[in-house]
């Protein structure tokens, strides 16, 4: 599969506000700082896409995006675990995200952006292990593999998959903005759920 059209459709904080239709969805979670506006938009080719902030937590909304003429649509989730944001918004994001998850049919795949230099955090376990819990399709994507040198990427992949007890059927496709790595094999991977 090629993205050759993608398009801002709308943001929603609530049920009433997501589209009605059967169309299928690939949400994208991560902490804040991980790289997903960046990530949205090199997957897509359009750099003016989803918006990449200088100030992480932002996004404080689910937005929605429509690919290949409404062939599938992104959904790019606000970033969590970010401390700055007060613990109103904290608790909207929790109400707003355990409804989506729990009630949205569209929902296919969940794709969980971790930065591969980092261990996952007590944040990224508990999505994890709730997308898990729930049986929701999980494609795990590192970020800034051009960050690392060659010698340390098999040991954080090492790291990150022992810190999430990671089982043999889910997938981890490492990626990369600058050398555009990666995108091919998560495209595929979407394919096979949409």
């Known amino acids: 599969m090629k993205i050759t059209k993608s398009v801002f459709l709308k943001g929603a904080i609530n049920k009433e506000q997501w589209i009605d239709d059967e169309i299928s969805e ?3 979670l991560g902490r804040s700082n991980v790289g997903k506006s960046t990530f949205i938009n090199y997957l897509c080719n359009n750099k003016q896409l989803a918006r990449v902030s200088s100030s992480p937590g932002k996004t404080q909304m689910l937005n929605f995006f429509a690919i290949n003429d409404n ?3 992104f959904v790019d989730c606000p970033g969590y675990g970010f401390a700055k944001i007060s613990k109103s918004i904290k608790k909207q994001f929790v109400k707003m995200m355990d409804t989506y998850l729990l009630e949205r049919r569209n ?3 969940a794709i969980l952006l971790l930065d591969l230099r980092r261990t996952p955090n007590a944040d990224d376990l ?4 709730f997308l898990r819990e729930r049986n929701i399709n999980i494609l795990i994507v590192t970020t800034k593999l051009d960050k690392l040198k060659k010698n340390d990427i098999s040991n954080q992949e090492r790291i990150i998959k022992e810190t999430l007890l990671i089982i043999n059927h889910i997938d981890i496709i490492k990626t990369s903005s600058i050398s555009k790595i990666g995108y091919d094999a998560v495209l595929e991977k979407i394919t096979e759920y949409i």
């Open 71 to 73: 062939g599938f649509r």
């Open 107 to 109: 929902l296919k795949l």
């Open 26 to 28: 690939v949400l994208l």
């Open 126 to 129: 508990l999505m994890f292990n």
